[in-house]
């Protein structure tokens, strides 16, 4: 029997309200750069499995691709606007895969298993400083008191560089010089990927790139041809090229030092001025 009376009121206010939506919807600008970082992990993952099969050739361009991807995702969210939390997060995690747990099994599964324990330890040393690496980016990030010039440096060698610098060995065993591998060699193998780990796990300025964005109208040319010939290198000597680039990265360390010590002294002399000290 149908309980409803006219004294009421209309039949549709006593219906039941709708359902309200338990989740909300989550935009593209959001979702795109997740999407990437996902591919740069899914490429550290199969870097391994390649490492494994004895591929080391496609393993280094594996990581080589995840490291391009990882450039890639956070230009893309902060062009879309799509930042957020849980994309740092993943970030974060995909990077210790990546640039930390990948580079140091296929060093291991190349040339550092000839000295099982000692090869072993240098792939777990190389593993927890990128760790490290990483926890103390994601907490000098959240610091609102930096001065605005420490966005031009990173604060110890980065994870993608310190992953690709750790592979030079192999760039050089895979390329046209042929250096060779061996239980002769994995002494000095080992000692490199530690001197790397140190690289990382420091406190040592390194220039960052995340400012470059604009290019004057003079050197656009210069530019362009730039980037077109070390791409065209690239494909044609992958390998030599990538040893190249390595070392001209290291090249370039005392430079960074120079000028975040200038930095450094500069904040302390307005410090001092700031304060009335005569600077010294």
Same mark, same amino acid.
């Given at each position: 029997?149908?309980?409803?009376?006219?004294?009421?009121?209309?039949?549709?206010?006593?219906?039941?309200?709708?359902?309200?939506?338990?989740?909300?919807?989550?935009?593209?600008?959001?979702?795109?750069?997740?999407?990437?970082?996902?591919?740069?992990?899914?490429?550290?993952?199969?870097?391994?499995?390649?490492?494994?099969?004895?591929?080391?050739?496609?393993?280094?361009?594996?990581?080589?691709?995840?490291?391009?991807? $990882?450039?890639? !995702?956070?230009?893309? =969210?902060? #062009? *879309?606007?799509?930042?957020?939390?849980?994309?740092? +997060?993943?970030? %974060? &995690?995909? $990077?210790?895969? !990546?640039?930390?747990? =990948?580079? #140091? *099994?296929?060093?291991?599964?190349?040339?550092?298993? +000839?000295?099982? %324990? &000692?090869?072993?330890?240098?792939?777990?040393?190389? =593993?927890? #400083?990128?760790?490290?690496?990483?926890?103390?980016?994601?907490?000098?990030?959240?610091?609102?008191?930096?001065?605005?010039?420490?966005?031009?440096?990173?604060?110890?060698?980065?994870?993608?560089?310190?992953?690709?610098?750790?592979?030079?060995?192999?760039?050089?065993?895979?390329?046209?010089?042929?250096?060779?591998?061996?239980?002769?060699?994995?002494?000095?193998?080992?000692?490199?990927?530690?001197?790397?780990?140190?690289?990382?796990?420091?406190?040592?300025?390194?220039?960052?790139?995340?400012?470059?964005?604009?290019?004057?109208?003079?050197?656009?040319?210069?530019?362009?041809?730039?980037?077109?010939?070390?791409?065209?290198?690239?494909?044609?000597?992958?390998?030599?090229?990538?040893?190249?680039?390595?070392?001209?990265?290291?090249?370039?360390?005392?430079?960074?030092?120079?000028?975040?010590?200038?930095?450094?002294?500069?904040?302390?002399?307005?410090?001092?001025?700031?304060?009335?000290?005569?600077?010294?």
């Amino acid at each position: 029997m149908d309980q409803y009376s006219p004294d009421d009121g209309p039949r549709d206010a006593v219906e039941q309200p709708r359902p309200r939506r338990r989740f909300r919807a989550v935009p593209v600008r959001i979702i795109l750069p997740n999407l990437v970082t996902l591919l740069a992990l899914c490429m550290g993952l199969t870097a391994i499995r390649f490492a494994i099969e004895g591929r080391f050739r496609t393993a280094v361009l594996a990581i080589i691709a995840a490291a391009i991807l $990882d450039g890639l !995702d956070g230009r893309i =969210a902060r #062009a *879309l606007k799509g930042t957020s939390r849980f994309g740092a +997060e993943l970030d %974060s &995690l995909a $990077d210790f895969v !990546d640039f930390g747990v =990948a580079p #140091a *099994l296929v060093l291991y599964m190349w040339n550092l298993h +000839e000295i099982k %324990s &000692l090869g072993w330890f240098a792939a777990l040393v190389f =593993a927890t #400083a990128a760790a490290l690496r990483l926890a103390r980016f994601n907490v000098m990030i959240d610091d609102p008191d930096r001065p605005a010039w420490t966005a031009n440096f990173f604060v110890g060698m980065p994870a993608p560089a310190g992953a690709c610098l750790a592979l030079l060995p192999l760039y050089l065993n895979l390329s046209e010089l042929g250096i060779p591998a061996g239980k002769a060699y994995a002494p000095w193998h080992i000692a490199f990927l530690l001197f790397v780990a140190f690289l990382m796990a420091s406190r040592i300025p390194h220039f960052s790139g995340k400012n470059i964005g604009r290019v004057p109208r003079e050197y656009v040319v210069f530019v362009l041809f730039g980037v077109a010939a070390v791409l065209l290198l690239l494909a044609t000597y992958p390998m030599e090229m990538l040893a190249v680039l390595c070392l001209v990265y290291l090249a370039a360390l005392p430079f960074s030092i120079r000028r975040h010590n200038r930095y450094v002294a500069a904040d302390e002399a307005a410090t001092k001025s700031t304060a009335g000290e005569p600077a010294s």
